[in-house]
């Protein structure tokens, strides 16, 4: 009995070690960053000063925003990729498209909707976990900068609506390393498939 105690306190102390290996708190500390908490949740986002990015959306507008998360009830911490249109017309799609280094990432999203005296805002927010973390890794390595094309997409009425934003590499490089040297490589982003799932497929 004693051993079965002693190996279930030495496999607690193995994982909690494994969680410590991250420094959230420099994290939140990253100079020039903007830190708040996502409404309505315990999670704490860190959007460096990099961003926004603009993108291509026709006769609207699309800003991309690339930042970390910290997500205490996973504790793990990630990116995220913020997609914002402003619009006269409210589009609300529920799957986003985002195609770089020719894969194709869909994720099931739902926006966040402001009307400001007949401009719409819609965000939305695609949480990276081990599926989709190679959309970072694939911006970071480009030479100068990626074009991402997305595609928003509201599959209630098959209506469709592509843009495009340039994101330069270097910037992506500086936020990795800076994530990597506070062990995020360390992370298991697995954890994060069940709620942020995303499908992978060769782009077309």
């Known amino acids: 009995m004693k051993k079965l105690l002693a190996l279930a306190a030495a496999i607690t102390l193995l994982c909690t070690a494994a969680l410590a290996e991250f420094d959230f708190y420099a994290l939140k500390d990253t100079p020039d960053a903007m830190t708040y908490t996502v409404p309505g949740t315990a999670d704490t986002v860190v959007r460096p000063a990099l961003a926004p990015y603009q993108g291509e959306f026709g006769e609207d ?50 926006p966040a909707i402001t009307d400001y005296d007949g401009i719409f805002m819609e965000d939305y927010t695609l949480v990276l976990s081990s599926e989709s973390f190679s959309i970072v890794t694939a911006l ?65």
């Open 61 to 110: 507008e699309l800003v991309a925003y690339l930042d970390y998360i910290i997500l205490p009830d996973e504790e793990v911490a990630t990116f995220r990729l913020c997609l914002s249109l402003s619009m006269f017309d409210s589009f609300q799609a529920d799957e986003v498209r985002v195609t770089v280094d020719k894969k194709c990432y869909t994720f099931a999203v739902k």
């Open 140 to 204: 970071s390595k480009a030479k100068n900068a990626t074009t991402m094309q997305v595609v928003f997409v509201n599959t209630m009425d098959g209506a469709e609506r592509a843009g495009s934003v340039e994101i330069p590499s270097a910037d992506v490089k500086t936020l990795l390393t800076r994530y990597n040297d506070l062990g995020g490589s360390k992370q298991d982003l697995s954890v994060l498939m069940d709620k942020y799932p995303c499908t992978v497929e060769k782009a077309k």
